[in-house]
């Protein structure tokens, strides 16, 4: 018998094991960041293809790898084993002499197996890991052709899988390898971004889940006019407040029947025609539920190339006024333009208590007040802090204390804090950094 054709079969196929083991951790291991997005490059394609559709490519493999340790121990066990038991038989050892054949099979076979799990999977798996995209890149094309090949078997063993998973009652649903949650906090714990990054990073997640009537201006708030005023008095009203769109109702704000822009003021101002009814120049304008998510108001906003929408209580009145710009605030923080009055970041209402912006740096409210409220690189404003401290978002009156200052949260514009209620009381004798809180 050719024990050395054998002995290289048996390499060949560890080999084998090797490359599909080295392949299933490359692939799986590399980042679609550090990708090229050069989908025109059939190597790019390829490796794009089989991370989309893991379950398909995970199965050839499995295919691979099981086929070549199964031949590996069937070609050692009927060359190797069976001579070596026929020795150890004809020996003059007893125990050999009963059990040869079997104790040969074990010995072969856990030395193939030994050969296989370090030649055929920790090695190559180790030097794949420590170059996963240029490793996927050179394999991706020949295991993407193998799995089109073996499509009809893999077909049967997902169906099956699938069958048995949902016997035992296990989700055949894919699962995000990676949740929002999972990102923020590697962002967070590696400081691998500036504050503002991580900070407006963070903001983008929480823009998914912000509902119309959290970032609206409120019914009370909302600057309107009734459509029976003249274009005169809808001309000096944008004027006393900046606004160039307004909305227009009849008889009560419940009843939005549309907004005039200024621009269609604006002729009638050149030919004298002022005295003319808001009701002739209206716009019809978008309505939105308080409950619709503003990544899809924005989007619908930019879809129409409308600035602002109505928003709607459950019962059909008039809840808010939403506009993009208070959408892209959300994001960005406070957008100033020209006509927007600068104003003090606190007013004082006694001597130790003020009344200030949470949007306030602490940086800059030290500066104006000759304070020592603590400074880190994980907030910048006095809102920042208190959500710092408290590790939620608060509700209104709730009560930190931080040093020689407790800061009261005085109000909420949904999940922002707006304006606190900051105390200075000097404490001799407390040392600094004690942090407390209630509510």
Known sequence: MDYLGTFLLVLLLIAVNAFFAASEIAIVSVRRSRLTREKEVPQEKALRYLLDNPSEFLATIQIGVTMAGFFASAAGAISFAQELGRRWEASGIPILRSFGQELAVVLV??????????????????????????????????????????????????????????LLGASTEATPSVTDEEIRLLISEQRILPLEERRLIDEVFEFGDTLAYEVMTPRTDIVCIEETATLEE??????????????????????????????????????????????????????????????????????????????????????????????????????????????????????????????????TLNELLGLHIPESEEFETLGGLIMEVLGKVPEEGEVVTIDDYELKVERMRGKRIVTVRLFIKKREGEEDGEVHHRS
């Open 109 to 166: 076979t856990v030395v193939i197996s030994f050969l296989s799990l370090v030649l055929g999977e920790l090695v190559p798996k180790r030097i794949a890991l420590s170059h996963p995209e240029r490793f996927s890149m050179l394999v991706a094309r020949f295991i993407f052709f193998l799995s089109r090949a073996l499509r009809p078997v893999v077909r049967v063993l997902s169906v099956s899988t699938d069958f048995l998973s949902r």
């Open 234 to 363: 809808a001309l000096s009203l944008s004027i006393q407040t900046h606004f160039s769109r307004l909305p227009v109702y009849r008889e009560d704000i419940d009843n939005i029947v549309g907004f005039v822009h200024i621009k269609d003021i604006l002729p009638h101002l050149r030919e004298g025609r002022l005295s003319k009814l808001v009701s002739e120049v209206v716009r019809p304008i978008h309505f939105v539920p308080a409950t619709k998510k503003v990544i899809e108001l924005l989007r619908e906003l930019q879809q129409r190339r409308i600035h602002m929408a109505i928003v709607l209580d459950e019962y059909g009145g008039t809840a808010g006024l939403v506009t993009i710009e208070d959408l892209l605030e959300e994001l960005v923080g406070e957008i100033r333009d020209e006509h927007d009055r600068e104003t003090t970041p606190y007013r004082r209402i006694k001597e130790g208590e003020y009344l200030v912006n949470a949007s306030v740096a602490i940086e």
